[in-house]
């Protein structure tokens, strides 16, 4: 039975792991659970995740959730994926859990609640907080410092010195590319001074190429949206 | 060369680290690394892990840090460890990595942030945070019901229906013991309504006995202290 996987192509974790199983040529069959129409609140899926979180997968009777731990089960369990994506050496391997750890607490809860905070929020219906987000902008640039002076140190494109992506990369790169959604000036201010960092995203893009973009095209289609709704209301008035 | 464990025993993932490394007869050597004297600012604990937390190892030439990368790594690269703590088979695995996951923005989280801002700022030279005790409470308070009716769901002793303790079980256990330094009105409207969740902290504490309680000594003094203080603030007056 071909794997199902379960995603909304606007979660930035859901991306990952659909570029994942494409350049890694996965057979699986894309489920999208639309969370703008509260879908993962359906009792079909609550029975996949009883968290209501995309993405998800089923492996034949195997069910699971979170990205980082889908990530590692598709490396692990298929056979043709290639070793520099999740290595058999321990402390390289260990080194990947230890950004992959990282993440969580630092640059998914700094992009993420910015970019909601500041973007997204009332396309979900909710309100835009602004306290929150002056503190989730904090935890995203000492987050993006963090990638660019140490987990990017060295002479590797790629996280932790590596000459080819792990899947590492690919889970903090797509995190990041949320930042697209963003007015320019502000991507600017909080991009702009990592440069290591921008070389990475396209090297990563490079090497997931063409999925990276294509996956990645409904952010690109909301990014102009955004774009031309903000140069509306920045049109000088006829009065 | 003996492993070495950088930990403070105040910290709830140094204390998993130590007890997991007791428990399976790993031959180490604990490096003490005070937080409240801000050792960890140190150059020589920063060539040890640049973030500048605990716990963090080195094995050889190998230094590594965040807690449940570092368990990962000792069930795999020692080979002593019982296969129930981090099992071979792929999908049990992929479980305990979906545990381990979140619990980074939900348990740890949750827990962490209450404590710190209901009891032991002022221990750190840090304010109290009510508005940030108030929020980590109702996240703290959705893990325990998560741990409670899904990763405790069946009849197993232990997460994800397990007869026997995983890293999982440990990680989040030891982050739960943390409550014991709360008020005792505070720890019982939290802890109280989750029987199955105090069962299985009996249950861990019962199969790492007796390096459980002789790790979290540390922690029981801190709490006999902060009871005193309560109760002396507490006494009638002689006004």
Sequence with gaps: MKLKVYVDRMSQP???????????GIDFEEIKVELSKRQQLSPEFRSINPLRKVPAIVDGRFKLFESHAILVYLASAFPGVADHWYPADLSRRARIHSVLDWHHQNLRRGAATFVLNTVL???????????????????????LSTIENIWLKGDGRYLLGGLRPSIADLSLVCEIMQLELLDGKDRDRILGPHKKVQQWIESTRNATRPHFDEVHNVLYKVKTKLSEQRSRTTLPSKM
Tied chains: 1, 2.
């Design 121 to 143: 929020a009332p396309r979900l219906g909710l309100p835009l907080n602004q306290q929150a987000a002056t503190e989730a902008e904090k935890i995203l640039i000492s987050s």
């Design 14 to 24: 859901s991306r990952a792991v659909l570029i994942f199983c494409k350049v890694n």
